[in-house]
């Protein structure tokens, strides 16, 4: 089963996945799910602090919480053997009864990938995935960016955070299932493979059925984020033309961008150092943009005097030269942080334009 995307909650941008067992003999009728438990926000989910467990919920009770949220979900019927149905719900139960509640790594452990990874475990074979999994990107990244929604908030934090070695590595088509609501579609064509060479269809010939919501929620209209990315580039350029004449008008932005700056770079920062997972650790490209580097100049400039517009054309140069290259050879070109750094650089022309002409800012 799976639910529809929404930006009720940062984890939910992609949908969630979740397996439906039912023994009509019995009345049984549940709900395996990974369920989130406490966390203090985006920062825990992206550095590795996500606690996740597996529960066991009954599905009437289940449903009516996705339609509380105005959310549909989705019922894709497995093709399965009884005897996989059997093994696969005395596994779930073991694992519930467990009470393990490990702290995961949401990009490759979230509730999709355990839910397939159960199911894998317990068929006779395994899931190989045709022609449909080649739609999707190869790279978490790139997987990720592709399915976003341009108009979600999260777009930028995600895109930026997911710039970095970790998340460079090509996935396996089972990899792919990280975003839950792709799955219907990587299953269209998948096949269970058993030893013998015989192959079956993952999902039966019985239509999905559709759970609707009385009360859909409010679908996200926003504004996609690279047009508040272009609008914010515009602004620069029209404020740094019109603070030529009015110093004043310059200041403030100086002060508004170097502070948003600052925040992306401490942002970076503390989420690599204390995140404990190879997609937010290490290594971020965005380091090259978004550094300690200009804090620092600026500092040192109180102290001693410094050839300042030297120092913003060579800035201006580098972040210009970056996306340059970024945008050639790199898959990890996105159109609002593109226009974002852009909004730098153009600030860093203004003011090595005023400072040769020895005009006060």
Not at 1 to 6: A, I, K, L, T
Not at 211 to 229: D, E, G, H, S
Request: hydrophobic content about 45%; some cysteine.
């Amino acid at each position: 089963m799976v639910g529809e995307p929404s930006d009720i909650y940062p984890q939910t941008v992609f949908g969630h996945a979740f397996l439906r067992l039912q023994c009509p003999e019995k009345g049984l009728d549940n709900c395996f799910s990974m369920e989130s438990g406490d966390y203090e926000g985006f920062r825990d989910i992206v550095t590795g602090n996500y606690p996740n467990r597996l529960v066991v919920i009954l599905t009437k009770e289940y449903l009516s919480s996705f339609d509380a949220e105005g959310r549909v979900v989705t019922e894709y019927p497995l093709n399965l053997s009884q005897k996989e149905i059997q093994r696969l719900w005395k596994y779930l139960d073991e694992k519930n009864a467990s009470g393990l509640s490990p702290y995961h790594d949401f990009f490759h452990h979230g509730c999709s990938q355990e839910m397939i990874r159960f199911l894998s475990d317990n068929l006779d074979g395994h899931i190989v995935y045709g022609e449909r999994a080649k739609n999707y990107g190869n790279t978490l990244f790139t997987l990720g960016t592709q399915t976003l929604p341009l108009n979600s908030w999260i777009r930028i934090p995600f895109v930026m955070l997911l710039s970095t070695d970790g998340t460079d590595n090509k996935l396996e088509d089972s990899e792919k299932t990280a975003v839950p609501f792709i799955i219907p579609d990587l299953f269209s064509d998948a096949v269970i493979m058993d030893e013998n060479g015989q192959s079956r269809p993952v999902l039966s010939d019985e239509a999905p059925h559709t759970y609707r919501p009385q009360v859909p929620f409010k679908k996200n209209t926003n504004i996609p984020i690279y047009l508040w990315a272009a609008f914010l580039l515009v602004l620069v350029v029209l404020l740094s033309c019109i603070g030529t004449k009015y110093p004043w008008i310059s200041k403030g932005l100086d002060v508004m961008l170097f502070l948003f700056y600052i925040l992306i770079t401490i942002s970076l920062i503390a989420v690599c150092f204390s995140s404990s997972l190879p997609t937010t650790s290490g290594w971020n490209w965005n380091y090259i943009i978004y550094n300690p580097i200009p804090l620092i100049i600026w500092l040192y400039g109180k102290l001693k005097p410094l050839h300042w517009s030297f120092i913003y054309a060579i800035y201006a140069f580098w972040i210009l030269a970056f996306l340059l290259i970024l945008f050639i050879v790199g898959d990890h070109y996105v159109m609002g942080q593109y226009l974002m750094a852009l909004s730098f650089a153009v600030r860093c022309v203004f003011k090595a334009f005023q400072k040769i002409n020895k005009q006060t800012i």
